[in-house]
């Protein structure tokens, strides 16, 4: 009977077990070396680049922390906007160079300031503006005191313009008028104003869809968008975004960098370069644009009633 062989311990791989130190010499060591057994981890945990460096400032969720990084990112005016009408397109020509600019209308109505609003009390600050003219007995109770304590007659329109901060509240007092004249030649514009409703679209006016052959096997479908969702890969559901008809248009539009080729004070018109969303006859939000220098302030001509009325000495 041959002998047994010696049974031999299992040990995992080389890999998995810690390396043995270069130096054998006993000089460099204070005791002999001993060897430590172990498992290494195959997939170390990684670090997260996104928000973990030391560089980088810790978020916060607080209103504090949401209206410090506001302020950092500067996307609000200094200043209040104004509330126009849209009157229409028209052409502006260049008589030295013959060269023609599209440019759209803006009518100013009886813009006034009907309230402020400041971080203390509100949690921001923003500045209320009417416009227009409605008959007083329209109105709710509600609205007619809201007006009556600004000292403004009855408005058809009323909004809200953010600004910066508190600066942008002074000079506007509550009752004050903004004309035309509150924008200059030359300045830039952001237009914010509902787009034209075009009711219940399809796919094909709604996206884009190319839609479904027009023959070869197709019956009567030929501007449907197809299937809506998978089967069993995609969990036998229709995913949320996805892309079908529905109510197109009347949503709010953002034309930014619009540049003032005109402004008349008599008449309230500003007009802008290109096209401001919205038909004829639509409400137009108008501030400074916050992609391009801030406009020098300017003190606001006063209206040609006040300046057509000549002063009278007191006794």
């Known amino acids: 009977m041959p002998p047994k062989r010696p049974i031999i311990a299992l040990l995992p791989p080389r890999s998995l077990l810690p390396r043995r130190p270069t130096c054998t010499s006993f ?10 057994r172990g498992i290494r981890s195959i997939s170390p945990v990684r670090p997260n680049r996104f928000n973990h460096h030391p560089s980088l400032p810790a978020l916060s969720s607080t ?21 126009a009408t849209k009157a229409g397109m028209t052409a502006l020509y260049d008589a030295a160079s013959g060269a023609r600019t599209p440019c ?16 203390r009390r509100h949690g921001y ?7 227009g003219w409605r008959q007083p007995r329209n109105l709710g109770r509600p609205m007619a005191g809201h007006f009556e304590a600004a000292g403004t007659s009855a408005k058809r329109h009323v909004a809200e313009f953010r600004v910066r901060d508190g600066e942008g509240l002074r000079g506007v007092e509550v009752g004050r008028e903004i004309g035309a004249g509150w924008f200059v030649e030359g300045q830039f514009v952001d237009t914010r104003s509902n787009s034209r409703g075009m009711g219940f679209a399809g796919g094909m006016k709604r996206y884009g869809f190319s839609g479904q052959p027009a023959s070869h096997g197709v019956s009567l479908t030929h501007r449907s968008i197809g299937s809506a ?3 069993q890969g995609s969990g036998s559901r229709v ?33 802008v370069n290109g096209c401001v969303s919205g038909p004829k006859g ?16 300017m003190p606001e001509p006063p209206s040609p ?8 000495a007191t006794v």
């Open 229 to 231: 969702g998978g089967s």
């Open 104 to 119: 759209t209308v803006l009518q100013l109505d009886r813009n006034q300031i009907l309230a402020h609003k400041t971080r």
């Open 63 to 83: 209103k504090t922390g949401a209206y410090q990084r506001k302020l950092a990112a500067n996307t609000l005016p200094l200043r209040t906007g104004a509330l």
């Open 305 to 312: 009633a006040l300046a057509a009325e000549p002063l009278r």
């Open 282 to 297: 639509c409400l137009v939000k108008i501030q400074d644009a916050i992609k391009k220098p801030w406009p020098e302030v």
């Open 27 to 36: 000089k460099h060591h204070h005791h002999p070396p001993s060897l430590t």
């Open 239 to 271: 995913h949320p975004g996805k892309k079908m008809p529905g109510r197109m248009g009347g949503e709010q539009v953002t034309i930014q960098n619009l540049k003032v080729l005109k402004v008349d004070p008599e008449n309230g018109l500003v007009v």
């Open 125 to 131: 600050f923003a500045v209320q503006v009417g416009a």
